[in-house]
């Protein structure tokens, strides 16, 4: 097995926490980033040490702070980024505020986007670079869309095709880039969503998931939008 180093965003929680954490245990350098310096203290001690953290809030826009977690520990090359952070909006159109849609967009859409070009250079020095946005299957095109959920089904949406756009630029420097749209998952996030809502899938099973895409998606996969969903709400 080729051993990667692989930065994993919104690692705090949910199906980030779980990704890191296995792969991680299957003996791939990661780096964890989220500003939720005490969940990513837990995840460090579950993972005996061995995770990177990456104290960090996406929100800002500025990279400077991640850029320079890599260079102390003399990380020069990545080998997967998984722009996994993702901020909820579930409110009715009507009242969603400008600062709740500006919110989603800038960890949605915005974050990716710029972390993606501030880390290209180290992306660049891989073998095997890979890039891997998670996205939602209420962002694809044709999907069962639901009440409150217009920011963040739209901005995931714009995720989607922000994935098929890099493919597309980043063919000539061999790097790939996929889409993994989630459905239903047993997650803090889907609480807020469905409150009640018993997803078929918990957020260890679709870190498994994820963490094998880490390791060989690249080998099968470019520009691709992959629902991976047993049911959505």
Request: glycine fraction near 8%; include cysteine; hydrophobic fraction near 40%.
């Amino acid at each position: 097995m080729e051993i990667k180093t692989i930065l994993v965003t919104g690692a705090s929680s949910g199906v980030g926490y779980q990704a890191a954490l296995q792969l991680s245990q299957k003996g791939h350098q990661v780096i964890a980033l989220s500003r939720n310096t005490a969940l990513l203290e837990k995840l460090k001690n579950e993972s005996d040490g061995k995770i990177i953290l990456c104290p960090h809030d996406l929100s800002t826009l500025n990279y400077d702070a991640v850029l320079n977690i890599l260079n102390e520990h003399h990380i020069e090359q990545l080998d997967v980024l998984i722009n996994n952070a993702g901020q909820l909006v579930n409110n009715n159109f009507e009242k969603i505020t400008s600062a709740e849609l500006i919110g989603a967009y800038n960890t949605n859409v915005f974050a990716p986007y710029l972390l993606t070009q501030a880390l290209l250079p180290a992306l660049k020095k891989s073998k095997h670079p890979h890039i891997i946005n998670i996205s939602s299957v209420g962002g694809i095109q044709g999907s069962v869309k639901f009440a409150g959920l217009s920011a963040y089904s739209s901005s995931k949406g714009a995720l989607t095709i922000l994935t098929e756009c890099l493919a597309e630029e980043l063919k000539e420097i061999n790097i790939k880039v996929n889409c993994l749209a989630l459905g239903a998952v047993n997650t803090e996030m889907l609480a807020l969503a469905f409150p009640g809502y018993n997803a078929p899938l918990s957020a260890a099973e679709m870190g498994n998931y994820i963490t094998w895409f880490a390791e060989n998606g690249h080998q099968y996969f470019n520009g691709k939008i992959i629902p991976v969903a047993l049911s959505t709400p």
